[in-house]
Nanobody, 124 residues
């Protein structure tokens, strides 16, 4: 069973960058599609981006497209979310998740395993 631990969150100013990391335990990380979601207070969990288990296909939500990228290093059992030009509306708890879906998974219920989340706060 894969377990996920996120890190890299923090308090930054608008326009800054952050890189979130999600490290997976277990030997089967490379067989999972990986996604990032976020949840702001009082709002539903929102899809941010995903990368296919092969690492060759990514999909980023329109709300962050052009600012966020997702990539993975299977040798390190790690998936990353690079966030540039951060805005106050990006403030949320960010979660990584693992999916057994072979294609691109954009719905939270397509993901089987979740990390505990890391807080990102962007001040104006």
């Amino acid at each position: 069973q894969v377990q996920l631990v996120e890190s890299g969150g923090g308090l930054v100013q608008a326009g800054d960058s952050l890189r979130l990391s999600c490290v997976a335990s277990g030997r089967t990380f490379s067989s999972y599609g990986m996604g990032w979601f976020r949840q702001a207070p009082g709002k539903e969990r929102e899809f941010v981006g995903t990368i296919r288990w092969t690492g060759d296909v990514t999909y980023i939500a329109d709300s962050v497209k052009g600012r966020f990228t997702i990539f993975r290093d299977n040798a390190k059992n790690t998936v990353y979310l690079q966030m540039n030009s951060l805005k106050p509306e990006d403030t949320a708890v960010y979660y990584c998740a693992a999916s057994r879906e072979r294609g691109i998974a954009t719905w939270w219920n397509e993901y089987d395993i979740w990390g505990q989340g890391t807080q990102v706060t962007v001040s104006s």
